[in-house]
Structures are given as C-alpha cells and as structure tokens.
C-alpha cells in the first residue's frame, strides 16, 4: 500500500508539475504577448515627439534666420550710402538723383504724419465698431457688420489707392477741403496744419486713405478680444446698476487692455508699411510744408515709385537705405510696445 501510495503521489506530483508550468507558460506567453507591442509604440511615439519638436524648431529658428538676413542685405546695401553721407542722410531733406545727393528726412517725415493721421481717426471708429458688435447690436445685425468688417480687411491694397484717387480726392477737394480751409486754417498755430489749395491729394488724404484700411485690422483684433471676456464679470456689474459705457470701461478694456494695445499695434504696423494705396494719394513729392493739405512722400512709396527706374549704385543704394530705416522705425515701434505691455503687466502684479 505505501508503495501504492507513493507511486500515485509520485505520478500526481508528476502531472501536477507540468500543469503548473503549463500554467506559469501560458501566463508568460499572454504577458509576453501584452507586452512586446507596448515597446514599438513606446518607441514610436518617442520617435515622433522628438521629430516634431526638431521640425517646430527648425521653422522657429527659419524666422530669426530670415530675419537676420533681411537685415543684414539691407545694411550691405546701404553701405555705399552711409560712406556717402553718413549719419546726415537721416536729417537731409535733399533728393536729387541727378546730382547724387540723397537724404531720407522727407520719407520719414511722410511716413511718421501719415500713420499719426491714420491712428487718430482708426483707433476711435475701431473701438466704437469693435463695441457696438460686441455689446449694442442685436443678434441678427453682428454677422452681417463682423462679415463686411472682414471683407474690409481682405480688399487689395491698390484697390484703395484707386478708389482714394479716383473718388476720395475729388470729393475731398470739393467739399471738405475748403471747409477745412475756412474754419481750421485760421486758427493761431495749427491752422498752418489746414491752409493749402484744395488739390484733393496730399499727407491728409493719404492719412485718410490709410485710416480706412487699418480699421478692419484694428476692430477685428478688438472685436475678438472683447469677445473673451466672461460674461459673469459683465452680468455682475449690470446687476450692480452700471450702465453699458461703465461696464465697457471699468470691465471690458481692464480685462483685454493687452488685446487692445496689440490690436493697435497691429494697425501701426500695417500704416507704417503701406506702399500702393499711399503711393496714389500723396502726391510723392520730395518736400516738406508744414500744411497737411500738401504733397508730400513716405519710405514705402519712394521705394516703389524710384527703385525700378534706380540707375546708379548710389542711387540704389539710397532707396536700399530707405528700407533699412523703415524696418528700423517698425522695430522701435513694436519695442515700445512690447515695454508697453510688460509694464502693464507688472502693474497688474503688483495690484494682485
């Protein structure tokens, strides 16, 4: 019996053993089995994490390159002109092709009045567009206004230098311009600003013409700034008994100053680069009058005008100097700007 016994324990141990290391077998292959495609995918999605970050990387980097190297053609291209004249092309109001005597004071004079104009009249009508969408107009009408705004700011360049010379001046000369010259061109000191004959083109038309074609850019941004702001900040200071002038002024521009300010810069950026629209209505006159109603000339349509017909390395030269002063002028403009909002944020800082 004990030998019976023995043998049956013995045979059970037996096929008790390969059971269970079927069992651990089994359990290892389904492990095996989990566990194999986890380290491909693993590995994959490395793989593809560092190529995205390389491929983001390398397009950022492509920016500061191409940025670099615009800057660095345009200052080999003034070479010739600042050994010319040096520092004083940036004050000479001198423009003589003939001669070869070059200054830049009248393009930066032109394009500095030009975008002032512009932003006095596009701020304002901007925010008063970018407001009555966001909190007057009823819910049929903002589609149809946000819509025409946005075609607005699609319509060519060139289309609004057609329509400013073919339509605004004639009408601004027939109408407005004497208006001006009657009741503003008296006036103790600025009236030097508004005396002039009534030509319909000049830095005040020009003015104009890019006042228009910055609005959509201006009240677009805004638009979608105050679009972000919680309604519960609005509904509580309603509730409170404000009216919708406080609400927008103690509410709405606080929350969204910084979309505001980059709004408008945005529109700075657009007045002080434009070229055809400015080019038909300035009348592109290499002189300074102290009247807005005269001609006058920016950066970007001496450029346009005078490059193709250049003839002559200092001449080239002296409009390749133009455009490197333009990208200078835009950079200060956006560095403000930028110091502007920095400052605006450590105030909020130091109010939290």
Not at 82 to 100: D, I, Q, R
Not at 235 to 242: H, I, T, V
């Amino acid at each position: 019996m004990s030998s019976y016994h023995s043998n049956m324990a013995n045979a059970g141990g037996a096929s008790a053993l390969p059971a269970h290391s079927s069992l651990d077998t089994q359990t290892n292959t389904k492990g095996s089995t989990l566990s194999s495609p986890q380290k491909p995918n693993q590995n994959m999605g490395a793989l593809l994490d560092k190529l995205f970050k390389g491929t983001t990387m390398f397009f950022a980097s492509l920016v500061l390159i191409l940025l670099v190297g615009i800057i660095i053609t345009l200052f080999i291209g003034s070479l010739p002109t600042f050994k010319a004249f040096g520092l004083p092309f940036f004050t000479s109001a001198e423009w003589n092709p003939v001669t070869e005597e070059f200054g830049a004071l009248v393009p930066i004079y032109g394009t500095i009045v030009t975008s002032i104009i512009a932003m006095c009249i596009a701020v304002p009508l901007s925010f008063g567009i970018a407001l009555f969408i966001t909190e007057i107009a009823p819910v049929w009408l903002k589609r149809p206004i946000g819509v025409a705004v946005e075609l607005l700011a699609g319509i060519p360049s060139i289309i609004y230098g057609m329509w400013g010379l073919f339509v605004f001046a004639p009408i601004f000369a027939e109408h407005v311009q004497p208006w001006i010259n009657d009741n503003l061109g008296e006036l103790p000191f600025l009236g030097l600003l508004f005396q002039g004959p009534p030509m319909g083109i000049g830095m005040l038309t020009a003015g104009f013409i890019l006042a228009i074609m910055v609005i959509p850019f201006t009240a677009s941004v805004m638009r979608d700034v105050f679009q972000v702001v919680p309604p519960m900040l609005k509904e509580s200071a309603y509730s409170l008994g404000s009216t919708k002038w406080e609400v927008v002024w103690n509410v709405v521009l606080p929350y969204t100053k910084t979309g505001v300010i980059g709004g408008i810069m945005l529109g700075l950026g657009r007045a002080l680069g434009e070229t055809m629209a400015v080019t038909f209505v300035i009348g592109n006159s290499h002189e300074i009058f102290a009247s807005l109603m005269m001609p006058g000339n920016t950066i970007s349509s001496a450029i346009a005008n005078e490059f193709a017909e250049s003839v002559g390395e200092l001449y080239t030269s002296s409009l390749t100097a133009l455009g490197l002063t333009l990208f200078i002028i835009t950079f200060i403009v956006l560095a403000l700007s930028k110091l502007l909002l920095l400052r605006l944020a450590k105030q909020e800082g130091k109010q939290s």
